[in-house]
Nanobody, 127 residues
């Protein structure tokens, strides 16, 4: 099991930037693909982005392509989400998650492929 703690959320104006961090503890981190998901009030949880275990492959939802960047530092057991050009529709609770399959090559966008989740961090973008 992996314990995940997100940080970096907050209130930002449209067009601004935030960087989220997710620190992992527990089972080995370097072989685990990581994902970011979000859930807005009244909406279902949705995939945002994911990165494979080595950091060599990434996957983005169309809604964030070109604006968000996922990265990881295995030595620090941390995955990051750099969010630029934020829009009000990006407002949500953002969750990081750890893939249940070790050494998955292509980062998954299906939530059921992730078995450990953080508590979430709120991102609010004002217009």
């Amino acid at each position: 099991q992996v314990q995940l703690v997100e940080s970096g959320g907050g209130l930002v104006q449209a067009g601004g930037s935030l960087r989220l961090s997710c620190v992992a503890s527990g089972r080995p981190f370097s072989g685990v693909a990581m994902g970011w998901f979000r859930q807005a009030p009244g909406k279902e949880r949705e995939f945002v982005t994911a990165i494979n275990w080595s950091g060599g492959k990434t996957n983005y939802a169309d809604s964030v392509k070109g604006r968000f960047t996922i990265s990881r530092q295995n030595a620090k057991r941390t995955v990051y989400l750099q969010m630029n050009s934020l829009k009000p529709e990006d407002t949500a609770v953002y969750y990081c998650a750890a893939d249940k399959t070790l050494y998955r090559d292509y980062p998954e966008e299906l939530a059921h492929e992730y078995d450990d989740w953080g508590q979430g961090t709120q991102v609010t973008v004002s217009s």
